[in-house]
């Protein structure tokens, strides 16, 4: 047992939930102006591809993740603009993104690299390791806060940030107004689309940055299909954290956690099909104690548009 549970496996969960986390709040800020964003497992594998195709034009690591970034602000465009202007159903264009997304980065990847199945080049930097000064040498906080790349951070800050946004600024009321009722919201001035598209766009940024984190952060590869539905358990995640965003970071790290724990039982002699399901069946059971149908409703709401 002690094997199991120790100050790595918490550091490992960390590194792990990460890009959970910033797919989460993305879906999270569409949720809260009254989209149901289904792409973000498209989203997530795009930025993860543009990453590494970043990495491999430019040779430099940051120019690659915001190579990552605009790639993906694209696709965001393209779901508000079929969404939101065109009134198109979320959900089918967002499963259409997926697909979309899975069909065309195997097929660049092989246009452009030349593999089937992955990429990898061991001359490729990934993304640093911070070692936080003073932290670091402090006994067991340092190991797991010290030594993670700087989305994993990020993604953290960016939850607090998020957080204050949403409940302290007029910028958060506005975007909680537009996803509650947008004819009234449009009545008293409020432009709807505008605050739909920026929500999208920026939920397309977070994406990339999710990416990025699994293909330059966790690994400096990239494989078919590589977010292998990370995207929906972040999608899960946004709903269990009810769109806030310190409750999505909080049902992130359950999700992360169990994550941490099918790996590490890989090396306890188990089956590999076994552990692999788990942070799968972990879904699926917080989806059955799920008991808020607004959500729902909300999806249903939007998906009839």
């Known amino acids: ?48 591809f543009c990453a590494i195709l970043g990495n491999y034009l430019f040779g430099n690591v940051l120019v690659a993740v915001l190579f990552s970034c605009l790639c993906v602000g694209v696709v965001a465009l393209l779901f508000a603009y079929l969404s939101v202007h065109l009134q198109a159903n979320a959900i089918i ?18 246009v452009i690299f030349g593999n089937k199945g992955q990429y990898y080049d061991p001359n490729m930097k ?10 670091k040498d402090i006994p067991v906080l ?39 009722n947008p004819s009234a919201a449009g009545s008293l001035g409020l432009r709807v689309k505008r605050y739909q598209y920026g929500a999208v766009l920026a939920s397309g940024v977070l994406c990339a940055l999710a990416g ?3 293909s330059l952060g966790q690994v400096t590869l990239f494989a078919e299909n590589m977010t292998s539905g990370r995207g929906f358990i972040a999608l899960v995640a946004a709903m269990l954290g009810q769109n806030n965003p310190l409750g999505v970071a909080a049902s992130s790290l359950l999700f992360g956690f169990t994550d941490a724990i099918s ?31 607004a959500y729902l409703r909300q999806s249903g709401r939007i998906g009839g548009q």
């Not at 990934?126 to 932290?135: E, K």
């Open 212 to 214: 990025a984190q699994l």
């Open 1 to 48: 047992m002690e094997t199991l549970f120790d100050i790595n496996l918490l550091s490992s969960t960390l590194r792990i939930v990460a890009p959970l986390l910033l797919a989460a709040l993305g879906g999270a800020l569409c949720a809260r102006v009254g989209l149901f964003n289904v792409a973000l497992e498209g989203m997530m594998l795009i930025g993860a």
């Open 142 to 180: 340092g190991d797991l806060l010290s030594g993670h790349s700087p989305l994993v951070y990020l993604a953290f800050l960016l939850a607090i940030a998020l957080q204050y946004v949403v409940y302290r600024t007029v910028l958060g009321f506005r975007l909680t107004a537009v996803g509650e």
């Open 93 to 110: 264009v967002g499963i259409a993104i997926n697909f979309l997304a899975l069909g065309l980065t195997a097929f660049a990847l092989f």
């Open 126 to 135: 990934g993304l640093p390791v911070w070692h936080i000064p003073v932290v």
């Open 263 to 293: 790996i590490r039982l890989q090396g306890l002699a188990l089956p590999t099909h076994f552990t692999m399901m788990l942070p799968y069946v972990m879904t699926i059971i917080v989806m059955f104690l799920f008991k808020d149908k």
